[in-house]
């Protein structure tokens, strides 16, 4: 009997809406060039960034399946996680491999310290030291973990203090996103505030954002893809996003 009790949220855009479909299109395209590339001669560095572009693609896939179920505040949750590895896509597409291979190791630092070979422990400690991290301090420590990869940046001075988002947003170049990034942040955290929002301007907000954010890692990804040798076509790649802004701009005036 309860298998016969469909609900669901109320849904503005659904699966045959043109944005989602034209959306997809464009995100079907360069996943797409990613799996046709997926060669064992292309360096681990490139692979690994290779492989973040293709979480970013799907993630905007997420987000746009979980705006047709009419989720519009869990799809700008997830654009806020999708925020935070454009930056780190930008940052990684700016400096030398050493910094991609250090942030793609820089998980031996992730388990507690007491389980650590003794290399690993020796190394973290050092690391530990030249940020002046308080290993008492979990905030600090967390920190260390999750942006401590940034001091394998040539030429950047690290401490403890700069060890956050906000500095990595900065050096990505988005920090104009930092106000947009925070009203999603609202969106994670359940408060009273978040059950005033309109539907209709959430949506807004976030397929927005998320267009902003396809441009600015397509933009990304092909400079990319060109650097390792690829020749993406250009003037398609230009008429999917072209079309994709015009449809937005209909449906969302």
């Given at each position: 009997?309860?298998?016969?009790?469909?609900?669901?949220?109320?849904?503005?855009?659904?699966?045959?809406?043109?944005?989602?479909?034209?959306?997809?299109?464009?995100?079907?395209?360069f996943l797409n060039i990613g799996i046709n590339n997926h060669k064992k001669d292309k360096e681990n560095s490139v692979m690994a960034?290779?492989?973040?572009?293709?979480?970013?693609?799907?993630?905007?896939?997420?987000?746009?399946?979980?705006?047709?179920?009419?989720?519009?505040?869990?799809?700008?949750?997830?654009?806020?996680?999708?925020?935070?590895?454009?930056?780190?896509?930008?940052?990684?597409c700016k400096n030398e491999k050493a910094v991609t291979e250090e942030f793609e190791t820089f998980n031996r630092f992730g388990e507690k310290r007491d389980n650590m070979d003794d290399a690993t422990k020796a190394e973290y400690d050092k690391r530990i030291a030249r940020f002046g991290i308080n290993v008492k301090n979990n905030n600090e420590v967390d920190h260390f973990k999750n942006y401590g990869w940034l001091g394998a940046i040539e030429g950047l001075t690290m401490t403890k203090w700069n060890l956050n988002f906000r500095f990595l947003e900065d050096l990505a170049g988005l920090s104009e996103k930092y106000k947009e990034y925070?009203?999603?942040?609202?969106?994670?955290?359940?408060?009273?505030?978040?059950?005033?929002?309109?539907?209709?301007?959430?949506?807004?907000?976030?397929?927005?954002?998320?267009?902003?954010?396809?441009?600015?890692?397509?933009?990304?990804?092909t400079k990319f893809l060109e650097n390792n040798g690829l020749k993406p076509d250009h003037n398609l790649i230009g008429n999917l996003i072209g079309h994709l802004k015009y449809i937005i701009d209909v449906f969302l005036p």
């Open positions: 009997m309860l298998e016969n009790i469909k609900t669901s949220a109320v849904r503005i855009v659904n699966e045959y809406n043109p944005i989602y479909c034209r959306f997809n299109i464009l995100l079907d395209y960034v290779m492989k973040l572009f293709e979480t970013a693609f799907l993630k905007l896939k997420g987000i746009l399946k979980l705006i047709a179920n009419g989720l519009e505040k869990e799809a700008l949750v997830v654009w806020r996680s999708l925020h935070e590895l454009e930056c780190v896509i930008s940052v990684l925070q009203v999603a942040c609202d969106a994670s955290h359940m408060n009273a505030k978040t059950l005033k929002w309109n539907k209709q301007i959430v949506l807004d907000f976030v397929l927005k954002r998320c267009f902003n954010s396809a441009l600015f890692i397509a933009t990304n990804y």
